[in-house]
């Protein structure tokens, strides 16, 4: 992997040894520096996991992606870089109905004996910085986390305007590629999958979040929280001014434009890597 393509992306340079230090500074850039975004799904077409297609995508071509992208170009970068890390599978709690399955991709990198929890794919409700499996609140970007046990579980819980909530569960075990195959096809084909039935685009900031779902865009900041819709043919300029995203006026996303639909037959639900 090219390193230093990667550290270009998210605005690093210099030398990054395997420290805590770097591994914060590295977590917040890229977090507040590739979008959360699912516009191939909503274009039909493959969200492709190997290194080389996700180097081109989201550091060459500078797009975004959703958490098995995120997080496994994360993985390269920094196993690259002399880290040692696993990656792990969660089911993801926000918003489920029921036990969801274990569609989220996060990793845990170990420094100095201490494991930390890295994702920088939960959409608007993403990490700044990395996380400690211990209990301990950390207040981050206008919210609070926290790594508690749940009978061997690791539930990441966040807490905002007094509301805690969890997010996701995991087990703090190594999972293989092709377990993030599986859960990456079922994620971005599933006719009920968030993905394919709504566009979004999210980036993490300092002070809060920018979410787009559909055409209903929201800004979270210490101002406070703003939302509004967006007329459709005001889609690609927001895209292009809010997440660095371009697309053609006359691009057609799935979801907006009716090219494909859910079949009512299935009764089958599927959860995302998002918030």
């Given at each position: 992997?090219?390193?230093?393509?990667?550290?270009d992306?998210i605005g690093?340079?210099?030398?990054?040894?395997?420290?805590?230090?770097?591994?914060?500074?590295?977590?917040?850039?890229?977090?507040?520096?590739?979008?959360?975004?699912?516009?191939?799904?909503?274009?039909?077409?493959?969200?492709?996991?190997?290194?080389?297609?996700?180097?081109?995508?989201?550091?060459?071509?500078?797009?975004?992606?959703?958490?098995?992208?995120?997080?496994?170009?994360?993985?390269h970068?920094?196993?690259?870089?002399?880290?040692?890390?696993?990656?792990?599978?969660?089911?993801?709690?926000?918003?489920?109905?029921?036990?969801?399955?274990?569609?989220h991709?996060?990793?845990?990198?170990?420094?100095?004996?201490?494991?930390?929890l890295?994702?920088?794919?939960?959409?608007?409700?993403?990490?700044?910085?990395?996380?400690?499996l211990?209990?301990?609140?950390?207040?981050?970007?206008?919210?609070?986390?926290?790594?508690?046990?749940?009978?061997?579980?690791?539930?990441?819980?966040?807490?905002?305007?007094?509301?805690?909530?969890?997010?996701?569960?995991?087990?703090?075990?190594?999972?293989?590629?092709?377990?993030?195959?599986?859960?990456?096809?079922?994620?971005?084909?599933?006719?009920?999958?968030?993905?394919?039935?709504?566009?979004?685009?999210?980036?993490?900031?300092?002070?809060?979040?920018?979410?787009?779902?559909?055409?209903?865009?929201?800004?979270?900041?210490?101002?406070?929280?703003?939302?509004?819709?967006?007329?459709?043919?005001d889609?690609?300029?927001?895209?292009?001014?809010?997440?660095?995203?371009?697309?053609?006026?006359?691009?057609?996303f799935?979801?907006?434009?009716g090219?494909?639909?859910?079949?009512?037959?299935?009764?089958?639900?599927?959860?995302?890597?998002?918030?």
């Amino acid at each position: 992997m090219d390193v230093r393509a990667y550290l270009d992306r998210i605005g690093r340079h210099g030398p990054h040894p395997p420290t805590l230090a770097t591994l914060r500074t590295l977590h917040l850039a890229h977090a507040t520096s590739i979008p959360f975004e699912n516009l191939d799904i909503q274009l039909g077409l493959p969200i492709l996991l190997d290194a080389d297609a996700l180097e081109d995508k989201l550091v060459t071509r500078r797009r975004g992606g959703y958490c098995f992208e995120h997080n496994t170009l994360a993985m390269h970068a920094l196993r690259a870089m002399g880290f040692d890390l696993v990656a792990c599978e969660a089911r993801v709690r926000l918003g489920a109905t029921r036990v969801a399955p274990r569609t989220h991709m996060v990793l845990l990198v170990t420094v100095d004996g201490t494991r930390w929890l890295w994702d920088t794919g939960f959409g608007g409700d993403t990490l700044l910085e990395p996380l400690r499996l211990d209990g301990r609140a950390v207040v981050q970007g206008g919210a609070t986390y926290r790594v508690v046990d749940e009978n061997g579980l690791h539930v990441l819980q966040m807490e905002m305007d007094g509301t805690r909530t969890d997010l996701y569960a995991f087990v703090a075990e190594s999972r293989e590629m092709v377990d993030f195959d599986v859960a990456n096809w079922y994620t971005s084909t599933h006719p009920h999958s968030h993905f394919v039935t709504t566009l979004t685009a999210q980036l993490r900031t300092a002070d809060g979040w920018r979410v787009l779902r559909s055409l209903t865009y929201s800004v979270r900041s210490k101002a406070g929280t703003s939302t509004r819709e967006i007329a459709r043919t005001d889609l690609p300029s927001l895209l292009h001014e809010q997440f660095a995203l371009d697309f053609p006026g006359g691009t057609r996303f799935r979801a907006l434009d009716g090219s494909a639909a859910p079949d009512s037959r299935s009764s089958a639900s599927a959860f995302a890597c998002e918030e």
